[in-house]
């Protein structure tokens, strides 16, 4: 019997891509990316990411139930 090819999402693997690309920019140093994207979002006056909560905004729920087994 034939394997089957694993299915492969193209924009995934650009992602992939982009982003070992940027890591190699910078030896794979997480400080010296870190350093960047501060350099970036000072520039830009835009944050890069932000692990703040705006107000109103609620977590969301999951997309999928959860596998874990509760009890009965």
């Known amino acids: 019997m034939k394997e089957k ?4 999402d193209p924009l995934v693997d650009e ?3 982009r982003g070992q690309e940027y890591a190699a920019k910078f030896d794979f140093d997480p400080h010296k990316m870190g350093e960047d994207l501060r350099r970036i979002q ?3 006056g835009e944050f890069v990411v932000s692990f703040s909560r705006e107000e109103g905004v609620e977590d969301a729920e999951p997309s999928r139930p ?3 087994r509760t009890s009965s």
């Open 5 to 8: 090819a694993a299915w492969r």
């Open 15 to 17: 992602v992939r891509k």
């Open 42 to 44: 000072k520039e830009s």
């Open 66 to 68: 959860s596998r874990r």
